[in-house]
Each structure stands twice: as C-alpha cells, then as structure tokens.
C-alpha cells in the first residue's frame, strides 16, 4: 500500500508560480514511477507529467516549457514547479504512484 499527500495548491494570477509536492508513504521499493494529473471542471483527469525513480521525465505538450517535475527519493517527495500559469491550468492536481495510487488531490485555481 501507498499513501499520497498532495499540498501547495491554491490561488495565483495569470503569470505566477506555484509549487506543488507529493509525500509518499507505505511500500516504495524498487523502480517506480511518479506522475502528476489534473482533473478540470467537466474535463477527464489527462497526465501532466511523470518521473521516474530513474529520472526520466515526460511532459503534457501544454505544460512543456513552463512546467518542472522532480524527485527526492531520499524523501519519498515529488514536486511540480509551475511557472508562467495560466487560467486554463486551473484545476485539481493529483499525485500518482505507479499508476495504482492516487492521492486526494489539491485544487489550483488561476485568475485572469
């Protein structure tokens, strides 16, 4: 089993920063992956991006650029650095573990 905690979401205007981290906790062993999704109003949860225990990262084309995902194994802490935000960037942020564990999510909401 695997718990997620997500924190730093919350209100920022249009061409702000935010940074969001992932707490694990529970059986993380061995090469795994880590990703971060969002879940708009209405809208189907689509991947924002993803590292591996390796470091390999991949980006959603409408985050690259702006976007920075990271990792402290050490930790068990993801993080997602988001600079240049926009309104349609706003929505509720998810923590994924290996595709199997979500964590409740935290809301980003970015003002024009």
């Known amino acids: 089993q695997v718990q997620l905690v997500e924190s730093g979401g919350g209100l920022v205007q249009a061409g702000g920063s935010l940074r969001l981290s992932c707490a694990a906790s529970?059986?993380?062993?061995?090469?795994?992956?880590m990703g971060w999704y969002r879940q708009a109003p209405g809208k189907q949860r689509d991947l924002v991006a993803s590292i591996t225990s390796g470091g390999t990262t991949t980006y959603a084309d409408s985050v690259k650029g702006r976007f920075t995902i990271s990792r402290d194994n050490a930790k068990n802490t993801m993080y997602l650095q988001m600079n240049s935000l926009k309104p349609e960037d706003t929505a509720v942020y998810y923590c994924n573990f290996n595709w199997a564990y979500w964590g409740k999510g935290t809301l980003v909401t970015v003002s024009s």
């Open positions: 529970g059986t993380i062993t061995g090469i795994n992956i």
